[in-house]
């Protein structure tokens, strides 16, 4: 037991501890008021600021005492600054923060933290090239969240590096993790992870031609996304694709004809005649030529107004199967040639390829065997090329595999010399609790716990307004709108949908704030905001990028469309009434527009396009729309 000195001598203990919480939690309650700013900062795209007011926030904690709510503001200082100049494009500047960061002495002590930095800085590896290392690093993030027990980082981990994988082409190991991903989210009830893992699931297995699972899937999805019609008509879509893959017509006719529907119903264009494509293909592998046909030039005349050329090549491909099936050959023939054309057009190498072969064998069927040999030679040398060109992407992945799989091997060795370190200081630990006072250990883990508790709580909201929304307009913020248009550029690659993306600002904003002050500023902006919410469609996606500037995605939509859409826009924003502010003047924009395509390899190019084309609307005498 404690005898009265050792007690006197506990509660002067405990008295110390709350004076210095005290002075530390104001302390740091100013700290977090800075870089809360320097988000907000960074949401207004002055991106030069918020890092200049972060240095400063670095100088004032260099200044300060080392209590640890200042060692954790300066690990939350590291994990902003990164966002910062990753949104900015400076990679190279992001890993650096994210070095210092996991550098820190005490950044154990914020193991949530530490974990996301490691994911930030694995993101910004591969968004370098740098794959083997960012696979390298999400190891690490595995076994430090393993061993913290942060069960979302350690299913986050596991789920990037199954995307990673999957770029690299092996898709086994990716659905392995994958698994393993969606376990773990299950166990958390993480409803958007589980989607996300699914999605990634199923598109997997698909490509891996495992239909019948990524069925499963599929179906599993459509419940997830009851209440998003847009993508319930897509995930309906890839599920009647992967019946028809599995000869199950009668399902793929059914689920085809829902996903027309539900097309139908947000005024999906492109989304209804993907649709009846599909029902057209359905109708081919039942031999049904006629109905085939007739779908066909449903799907031809939608696809048309939308100005899809490609999908249009793609209908006249089908024109020719069908019209070869019942020997028409000269009709297939004229078909074949149209696809063709359209093909090389676009530069759409497959389809170049894959209408090669089929005219080899329209003439070969006509005795025309000298045509034939022309076109089989060309899809030879088509083949050879692509072979030689898989050959070369094969032998890059697998040395990257081979250099992930030495790694985990040290890994491995890693996590044991890890685990036997950790049971020796739990050890020490230990010895060092039993030698200390049961009421000083009660009273430091009650004003511990109580600190933690208040630091958690306020830092935890702040990373949750770091996510997605703009707190003036409502609108998607930068992070937001940049993440769904990198998802739409990556469906853009890998099933030629088409998009368009504008880039818009306000003509003479800087008017408003010098002549009516920056709360006139700010009613602009929002008018501006609800305004262009008015006249998009449902499926168009919109977000503030900084200042008095905004994005707009336009899926599945041709450049023709998209050209009525952005005028629809300016039209409407210039039509505002703004008696309120300023009616003598009304409040136009510029637009710049560009359509995803061949011609952009990254999204960071299409949207220099776009931004270029939105200078020139600019030098036109603005409240215009130029296309790049």
Partial sequence: MLNLRQFAFG???IALLLSQSIYASESSASIDDQLEKAYELWEDNQVEQALRLLEQVENELNQQSNQKPNQEARAILHNVRCRVLFSKGSYSQAITSNQTGLELPFINQFPIIKANLMLCHAQTLERTGEMNQALSLLDEVFLFAENSKLTKEKGTALYFKAQFLSDLGNSTDALKLLEQANTIFRSIDDAEN???VLNAMANNLYYEKNYEKASEYYRELMELVSNDPFQLSMITFNLANSYLEQKKLDLATEYFTQSRQQSESIDDGPGVAYAIFGLAKVAFAQEDFKVSLEYLEKAKSIFQSFDMQNQVAQIHAYFGHNYRSVEQYSVAQNYYDLALTQYKKANIKPGIQAMNKALSGIYASQNNFRQAYDYLFEYN?????????????????MQV?????????????LAKELQFQTDINEKVKLQERLKTGLLISFAITIVLMGFLIRKHIRHKEMFRRLSQTDELT???NRRQILNVARNCFELNERYQLPATVLIFDIDYFKHYNDQHGHDAGDLVLQKVANTALTALRKTDQIGRIGGEEFLVLLTNTSQKEAAEVAERLRVAIESMDMQKIDSTKPVTVSIGAVAFGSAYETLEQALKAADEALYTAKNAGRNCVKFA
């Fill in 11 to 13: 509660l002067l203990f």
């Fill in 194 to 196: 589980i989607g996300n």
């Fill in 381 to 397: 040398a088509q083949f050879e090329q692509q072979v030689l060109n898989n050959k070369e992407q094969a032998l890059a992945k």
């Fill in 401 to 413: 595999l081979y250099d992930t799989e030495k790694k985990e091997v040290e890994n491995q060795f």
């Fill in 474 to 476: 409502q609108l998607n």
